[in-house]
Nanobody, 126 residues
Framework: QVQLVESGGGLVQAGGSLRLSCAAS????????MGWFRQAPGKEREFVAS????????VHADSVKGRFTISRDDAKKSVYLEMNSLKPEDTAVYYC???????????????????WGQGTQVTVSS
């Protein structure tokens, strides 16, 4: 099993920045693809960004492209989401996810990921 714990969420004004962290423990592997998803009240969970096992491939949703950046540090067993130029529509619970299939690509579909964190709230005020 893999445990994922997100941190770094909070309340920020529009235009501000936050950096989310996801710490992995348990049977982790540097060969796992990792992803960030978010869910706003009354909406379905949506893809935000993903990164493959080597960090050489990243994918970002169009809605966050140019503003958010996903990265990973396998020595620290962590994945990060740097969020800049935040907008009120970015308000959501942000979830970290891991794909246990070794060397899987950086996927955009939630069904690809077997392990999920409990989420961290991000609120952007206008």
């Amino acid at each position: 099993q893999v445990q994922l714990v997100e941190s770094g969420g909070g309340l920020v004004q529009a235009g501000g920045s936050l950096r989310l962290s996801c710490a992995a423990s348990g049977r982790t592997s540097s060969t796992y693809a990792m992803g960030w998803f978010r869910q706003a009240p009354g909406k379905e969970r949506e893809f935000v960004a993903s990164i493959n096992w080597s960090g050489g491939t990243t994918v970002h949703a169009d809605s966050v492209k140019g503003r958010f950046t996903i990265s990973r540090d396998d020595a620290k067993k962590s994945v990060y989401l740097e969020m800049n130029s935040l907008k009120p529509e970015d308000t959501a619970v942000y979830y970290c996810a891991a794909d246990r299939h070794s060397y899987a690509p950086a996927g955009v579909r939630a069904v690809q990921y077997e392990y999920w964190g409990q989420g961290t709230q991000v609120t952007v005020s206008s």
